[in-house]
Structures are given as C-alpha cells and as structure tokens.
C-alpha cells in the first residue's frame, strides 16, 4: 500500500532528515580519523579542514604503537574477552540445561536466584569481590581481570529460555544412545544452540572489552591493561599537543569491534536484538 | 450497495504475472465468491479491489465510478482479512467503534482527555456506542464488548472482525478467507452465518477461499481463478455441473471428479479403454480427449464385456454411503465411487468389477488443452449403458 | 522381568518402586552436579557480595583494616551531611532524566524512519548503530578532544560562526550536559535497533485495517497502532537504558573527575572514590546500598507497569 508518505519526495526527505541526524552520530568518528592523520602543526593551526593538509599518518599511527604498548593492550583484551566468554560457557550451560530439561528438586528456587542475580548490577559487587581479590593475594593479574566474572546469570537465563525450546524427543533418543547428562549437554544441546551462543557471545564479548572499571580497579601494571585502560592512560601520560597519536590509539582500540560489526552486521544486530527481547 | 465492475485488471510482482488479465462484473447484491488454489491471484485481486495494491494495468470501479485514484478508506469498502486484524490492545467495544471514530470526529476530538471537553464530541461518543452495541447484538457477541481480542476463541474474533466491518455500512464486503484459522466444525457453522449475514445485510459480498465447499454453499456465482486466469464465472449448479474446462471440474467437487482418458471414433463415440462411450463431443475424429465423470454417477456391477472394468483398491465406509477406490490397468488416476453402502456389502478388495453409468452424465475435455467440448449422447440418455 | 508398567492390577511392584526412586536419586544429583558449579559461583560473586556489602554499610571497615567496629546507621546519616553524594545523587538523576527521555525518543524516531525507507535500511542502520560498538572510553577521549576549545572541530565550527567556544568539560554549567550529550549519542544506537525490532514485528495487516477503516493519516498509524503495540519494547528500553544511565562512570572518571567542584559528579563515581581511592569501604558500601536500591525501584516500577499493560 503506497500513498502519501511512500512519495518520492517523502523518501527524500527522510534521507536527508536521517543525513543530518548521522551528522551528529559520525562527528566523533570523523573528527577522530581525520585528527589520527595530521600532524600536529596541522592541528595546531585550526581550522576545519578534513583532509590534512599536512599528512602525518604514519607518525601518529607508530608513535601511538611505540608510546605504549597498545599492542600488549589488544592482546590482554582478547586474552580477557575469550577466557571469560569461554568459562561462562563451560559454567552457564550445563546449569541452563538442568534447569531446562531436567525435573528436580529446588529447580524453582535455583531459577528463582538467577532471576535475582540479574538484577545485581557490576558495580555493586565490586566492593566485597575486590577485597576477595585481595585476600587471594590475586589482585593485577589476568585471573583477577577474569574471575569475577565467569559466572553470567544472563547466560544461564539466555541459555535456559533457548534450550526449552529443543525438542524433549532429541534429549530421550541421546539417553537411550546411553549419553550421560553431561554428555548431552555439549554433544547435543550446544550445537543445536549456535544462535544464542553467538547472541551470549557479541553480549560478552562487547561488555568485557568495552570494561573500564573493573580493570581500572584491580590493576596496576601496565603489562596487564586492556584496551580502554590502555588508551585512559596514554591520554594522561601524554599531556600537551600530542592530539595526532593519541586519536590515532583511539582508532585503533574501537577498530577491532566496528571492523566486526561491518563485516557481521546482521549477527551483532540479531545478537543485541535476541539479548533484548529476553 | 454497489455494484463492483474489474476492468482489464493486470498485475506482475518482479517477473511473476499474478493476474493475466482479469474483466469480471459483479452485480449489485450478490455474493461472489473468488475460489482457485494457493496462488491463483485471487487474494491479489481482493486487495486490488481495496485498493491495498496497486495494480499494473486496469481499473476497478464501485458503483459505476472508477475508484483507482482513491485511497482504501475513500472507497466505501469493508474487509474482513484472514487474521481479523483486531487491535490486539483495544476492547471489542473499541475495535469496532474504530471506523465510526475515524469518520466522525475530528482529530481533536479523538484525543483521549481533550476530546472529552467538548459536549459535541460527546453527542456523537453516545451515538457512536449506540451503533457499536446494535451491531454486536445483531452478531450475538454483545457479552463480549469489555473483553480484549486475546480473551476471545477464534469464532468470537471473526465475529468483532465482521461487526468492524458491518458497522461502517459499507457499499461492498471484502473477505479473505475469513475461515481459514477456524476449525472444521466451526467452519461448517460459520457458512451458515455468514450467508445469512447476507441474506439480511443484502450488500454485495465479495469473499475469497481456497476451499471449494465454502464457494460452493455461500455463493450466489463463482469465480474459479487458476494461474492468474478466469476460468469460469458461473452459479454453482452451474460450476459443478456444467464447468468450463478441465481444471475446473477437478477443482470443485469433493471426492475429485474421475477423469478417463480416450479417443474420438469414427462412430460418433469415443473409445476409452477399450470400450465405447456413447458420447461425441463436436471435435474431429481421432481427437484425444478426457472424460470426467463425478464419483456420485458412477455404480458398480459386474465385470463383463463393453463394460469398463477396474479394481476394487480401498473401500471406505462413510455410513450411508461408501466410497469405493477403484485402480483401472491403463488408467493413472484413481477412480472414487460413491454408492449407497447397501449394494456394496459383498464388495471385497480385489474384486474385478465394472464401471456403471450413463453417457449423459460424461463430461467431455479436450485432451491438450482442458477446454470444455460439447457433446451430445448418441445413446439414449437415461439407459444406463455399459451396464 | 520386573513390568515397567506401574498402573497394572493393583499397583507398582515393589522391584520397580525402589528402581524409580533410585532412579529419580541418580537424576536429582546429576542436575545438582551440573548447576554446581554456576550456584557456588552465584553465592561467591554475587549474593554472598550484596549481602557483605550490606552488612559492611554498618561497619567502619576500611580496606587494609585488622578489624572493624559496627557503627549502624553512622554511614547512612553522614551520607544525609555528605554535599558530595547530594550532589552525586542530584546529577545523576538529572543525568537520567535528560538522557533516558531523549535517547528513547530520537531512538525511537530514526527506527520509524528507517524502517519506513525503501532503500538504504541496512546502511542508516550500521551508521546509526556504530557509536553502541565503539568503545565508550575511547569514543569519550574524542569527544573530549571534538569539545576542546582550542582545535576541537565544535570550537572550530563556533569559531567560523562569529560565536566563542568554551571549555565544555571544565566549566560548571557544561560539563554534565557535555556527558548528557554523550550519553545520548550512544544509547540512541541501541535503543533505535531494539525499536527496529519491535517495529517488523507488528502485523502489517492491523495497518491495512485501520487503513480501511479511516485512518490513513501517519499521525493515526502512529497513535492507533505503532505506539501500543510498541508498549512492551518501549517499556524495556526506558528500563534499561535507565538502569544503564544509573551507572555511567567511564566519561565522568576520564575526562571530569566529577569536577569541575562536583558538577558532574555523579553516585557510581563516587562510589569508586570512596571505595578505591579513598578505600573507606564501609561509606561505599553504603552508597552502594543506596544505588542498589534505585535499581531494584526502577526495575520494580517496570514490573508493576508490565502487569497492568501488557495486552499480547
């Protein structure tokens, strides 16, 4: 049905309206990029160009490489992204299991709990997880950037909602094979629940990496800092006119996640989508 | 009450024609029925004639207007669609108040606090709830007007879906497979009601279905549509007695008419199988053709020579009658009597039996092409022959 | 052979009650086994911390302490003098209550645009949703360096339009709408795909009704059908985007530290303060009481809102 608002000068005027609105939402980005490829006379001298007029690229890019170590900073984060997303999974799903498919005592109670737990929010555990952390004598290292967070409630939630809709017949015919409970789990179960792993996965991933206070709390060797610490700390130590490498970091530390999220568009947004309609 | 006139009416989505070229006139009044297979364009030419879709050539026209230019509420239509389309958050009271609110107040007046300041605003709510309350004790669903659509079983629904409709007066009703979700009891009912809706309403009905009983029981002429084509438009008497071509003669009908095929003779008969059917439909001499006979004009006898002769395969018990599945040597399809249980008691399966009816009630088809061919009997009509 | 039919002539035998129920056993320790580990976890990381730092807000337990004294409601009535969590309290509300309104109605607003167009969805989509994949630390730095009076590219534009720019982030009267700004910027993103979804997701033929019966204008689409049957989505997002706005924290440490003289501080900030730089975990313990219970209200209100609306 196409009157009035299909026109084609209501298409275009959507498309301009949408055009103004992206102004607002890529400025930073623009400004970002652009800036990463100046040199800081460049900078210096104001202005609103775009494009530099005096190129600088490769200077900022290796000297924000070479004033810290930006590289060290990606790989901590991907090391923290993956041990966390992977114990999540190894802890969440055999309970999400239990909870979906199986009949037993306390299951109520144990649901009842999870649906507690997701209320809690980071923040307010940080205090007593912290002095834990302390007293295990494991504060600034990877364990203590990793630990506190392998157990998601929103991964047993998003697993267990997922697993009730597998058939009760695939579980029966895996028993009568003679798989133990565990087995099913990650023989039957996992592999059916590709789309919600994938939805946990982006979920995870994206909060962790993205992370800045809890890193910021229990570091404080530099060796260890991720991403958004990394880039928190190059722009303190380097005071004054050092705008070109310091846009370049930022370039590089949202680069990882943006490049995903073009390449898999429709995963991430499928992803966020499924997290929210929980 | 208008009569609804489609003029040449063609439309293509990407490179699927959906509707050839479709010219139908229906008459003021009447209760037309669209009936044709998934996919014969019938539920396109529905929303054409709604103006939900535009089409690529053609034009309809309501009243003797030519309407192509207005907008689907300008066009004095109602539609009842196959999901109801109730708003699922408004009660039954507001789900059919809706049209009478959206011609009758003003924007301002329909704003939730506002709108209630105005003592005008307020004459009119009266009388919009007073139409709203008549309509759905016409429908029977007047206990019903507090309850949100969630609340209600499926028949209910189709009832506040048709008194939405019926409560704007409309010039001509659209329905599109408003039968479709309901079970197959309440089906059978619903056929009842909603002729009857007719007959009292005395709006011209134009109702789209799959289901060739509905079409059959409701509808003062059909419409059969294949493939984007009219086939045949016709009373059903006719349709089922008297069908255009080949397609629909199978279509309508339930168990599916029997087809045989065979060749035109030089004795004004046509062979088939072996024996001689004495009907000569106006085609040359050595013409293949197909004969349809309906499984009710079929009888079963004994096997013999210049009869046709089949297989009894499955007998299924209705209670007054049976059907007798019957395979012929050369035949393809299966053959589907239907007889009165009583003659049928020493009928087992396998039994070699013969085929029993008479040369008026064969319909003739030409082979390739499926058309209709006329004949006439050249044994006399009421012998049962190949008895 | 034992039958395994227990609804034979008069009951189970009893082979086959003693099997079941060391059956049921078997099956009733595998789910424990298997939920173990996640329980353990949930009363160590998650409960167990609520609880302590429940019971902290009444000590005077500060980090690096032998021992602590139980002070009651001490923390609570400081916090009652304390100018700085007023303040904190103050900003943060206002910050929720600025950014939740706007990134859920300019959110709601590009998925009706979008959704509408013809072509082009996935591309607006991508652009719009980019700022919600960009980490926010990073992004926050840009913006400081966007918002910098001397090259920043809104300095530069200001400067080209005759106007003076100023040190949004330094100055009392900017520097918590300057985070306001950013907050928007990118929730928006969020927001707009979880609207998106709930868009396709309404029937098109209850648009095609109301289209027959009269309603034809976009402004009766809008009221008639979209805004109910987008009820659920909206209320979801105001709820999460509200409880995410409750916790900002990253902008606020890296680019004001609360300032300028706690203009923008705000409560998940002062709680780092006085738990992580200051380490008087007992006071914190008790903002984190306080913090905790505004979550709980807000998702206690989207409950109680669920109840009464939801039609579907």
Not at chain 1, 44 to 54: D, F, S, Y
Not at chain 3, 127 to 148: D, G, H, R
Request: glycine content about 8%; overall charge neutral; some cysteine.
């Amino acid at each position: 049905m196409r009157y009035g608002t299909s026109s084609r000068l209501g298409g275009i005027i959507k498309q301009i309206v949408l055009a103004i609105g992206a102004v607002f939402i890529l400025a930073p980005f623009v400004q970002m990029i652009s800036t990463s490829l100046k040199s800081s006379q460049d900078i210096a001298q104001g202005g609103l160009n775009l494009i530099p007029r005096e190129w600088a690229a490769f200077e900022n890019y290796s000297e924000a490489l070479s004033a810290t170590p930006l590289l060290q900073y990606m790989l901590n984060g991907v090391i923290v992204t993956v041990c966390i997303f992977t114990l999540q999974v190894v802890i969440a799903l055999p309970c999400a299991y239990a909870l979906a498919k199986l009949r037993w005592r306390g299951r109520g109670t144990v649901f009842a709990l999870v649906l507690l737990c997701l209320l809690i929010p980071p923040h307010a555990v940080a205090i007593p997880v912290y002095i834990l952390l302390f007293k295990m004598g494991i504060l600034d290292t990877y364990a203590s950037l990793i630990l506190p967070f392998i157990i998601s409630v929103f991964g047993i939630f998003l697993m267990r909602q997922f697993f009730m809709t597998v058939p009760d017949d695939l579980i029966d015919a895996a028993r009568m094979d003679g798989m133990s409970e565990f087995a099913i789990v990650w023989r039957v179960m996992a592999p059916t629940a590709v789309p919600a792993l994938v939805a946990f996965g982006i979920f995870s991933v994206i909060a962790h990496w993205n992370d800045y206070f809890w890193p910021l709390i229990v570091l404080s060797s530099e060796e260890l800092y991720t991403p958004p610490l990394g880039i928190a700390t190059f722009r303190t130590a380097e005071v004054g006119y050092v705008f070109g490498p310091l846009m370049a970091a930022a370039t590089m530390v949202i680069a990882p996640l943006v490049i995903a999220f073009l390449f898999a568009q429709r995963r991430f947004i499928e992803g966020i989508t499924l997290t929210g309609m929980k | 009450m208008a009569a609804v006139g489609i003029h040449a009416i063609q439309k293509s989505f990407g490179s699927v024609d959906v509707l050839k070229s479709i010219d139908l006139a229906i008459e003021d009044g009447e209760f037309m029925t669209l009936v044709g297979p998934s996919g014969c364009g019938k539920s396109t030419l529905l929303r054409i004639i709604a103006g939900l879709e535009t089409q690529d050539a053609g034009s309809i026209s309501i009243g003797g207007t030519a309407v192509d230019k207005r907008r689907p509420s300008a066009r004095d239509l109602a539609m009842v669609f196959q999901s109801y389309a109730l708003y699922p958050h408004l009660t039954v009271a507001q789900n059919i108040a809706v049209p009478l609110r959206m011609r009758n107040l003003t924007m301002t007046e329909r704003l939730p606090l506002i709108g209630r300041l105005s003592p005008k605003a307020a004459g009119k709510r009266t009388e919009i709830d007073r139409q709203v309350r008549r309509v759905a004790e016409q429908l029977d669903i007047a206990h019903l007007l507090d309850r949100k659509p969630k609340q209600l079983s499926g028949g209910q629904r189709q009832r506040v879906a048709v008194g939405r409709a019926m409560v704007r007066d409309p010039n001509v009703f659209l329905m599109d497979e408003p039968l479709s979700n309901l079970d197959a009891k309440l089906r059978v009912h619903m056929r009842t009601e909603i002729a009857d809706l007719h007959r009292s309403l005395g709006t011209t009905f134009i109702y789209v279905t799959h289901d060739q009983a509905e079409a059959m029981t409701m509808s003062s002429r059909i419409a059969v549509m294949m493939e984007g084509d009219l086939i045949q438009v016709a009373p059903p008497a006719q349709v089922y007695d008297d069908p255009a071509d080949i397609r629909v003669a199978e279509f309508i009908g339930s168990p599916k008419i029997n087809i045989l095929t065979g060749t035109v003779t030089e004795h004004g008969a046509v062979g088939c199988n072996g024996v001689e059917i004495g009907v000569q439909p106006e085609c040359p001499v050595g013409t293949a053709v197909k004969l349809g006979v309906r499984p009710e004009k079929l009888e079963i006898g004994a096997a013999g020579p210049g009869r046709l002769t089949a297989e009894i395969r499955h007998l299924e018990n209705l209670g007054p009658d049976m059907l007798v599945h019957l395979r012929m040597r050369d035949e393809t399809d299966p053959i589907v009597a239907r007889c009165p249980a009583e003659r049928l008691r020493e009928a087992r399966i396998g039994d070699q039996v013969g085929l029993v009816f008479s040369a008026g009630d064969v319909l003739v088809f030409d082979g390739k092409t499926g058309r209709r061919l006329p004949s006439h009997c050249t044994a006399p009509v009421q012998e049962k022959l190949h008895a | 052979m034992p039958s395994t039919d227990t609804m034979a002539f008069g009951g189970p035998s009893p082979a086959v009650f003693v099997h079941a129920k060391r059956r049921s056993l078997a099956a009733h320790l595998t789910a424990y086994a298997l939920s173990a580990p996640a329980l353990f976890l949930m009363a160590l990381l998650l409960i167990g911390p609520v609880l302590v730092v429940l019971m902290m807000s009444f000590t005077d337990y500060s980090l690096g302490n032998a021992s602590f004294e139980w002070v009651g409601l001490a923390n609570y009535a400081e916090m009652l003098e304390d100018d700085v969590f007023v303040k904190a309290i103050g900003n943060t509300l206002l910050y929720v209550g600025i950014v939740v309104p706007a990134s859920v109605f300019l959110g709601l607003g590009a998925a009706m645009l979008i959704e509408s167009l013809t072509f082009g969805r996935a591309f607006w989509r991508a652009v719009y949703f980019l700022p919600v994949m960009a980490t926010l630390m990073a992004m926050a730095i840009v913006w400081e360096f966007m918002l910098n009076a001397r090259f920043g590219m809104i300095s530069q534009l200001l400067a080209l339009l005759g106007l003076p720019a100023k040190n949004w982030l330094q100055e009392t009267s900017t520097a918590l709408p300057m985070l306001m700004v950013i907050g928007i910027w990118q929730a928006l993103g969020f927001n707009m795909v979880l609207f998106m979804a709930g868009l396709t997701s309404i029937p098109r033929d209850l648009y095609e009704a109301l289209e027959l019966d009269g309603g034809s204008s976009s402004w009766s689409r809008f009221w008639t059908v979209t805004w109910p049957l987008l009820s659920p989505v909206t209320l979801f997002v105001v709820v999460i985007t509200a409880i995410r706005s409750f916790q900002v924290f990253d902008p606020v440490h890296v680019l004001t530290k609360g300032g300028p003289n706690n203009a923008s501080m705000v409560l998940i900030y002062q709680l780092y303060q006085e738990g992580f730089d200051f380490f008087r975990s007992a006071y914190a313990a008790g903002l984190t009481v306080v913090f905790l219970i505004f979550i709980f209200a807000i998702t206690w209100v989207k409950s109680r809102v669920m109840e009464k609306n939801v039609h579907y």
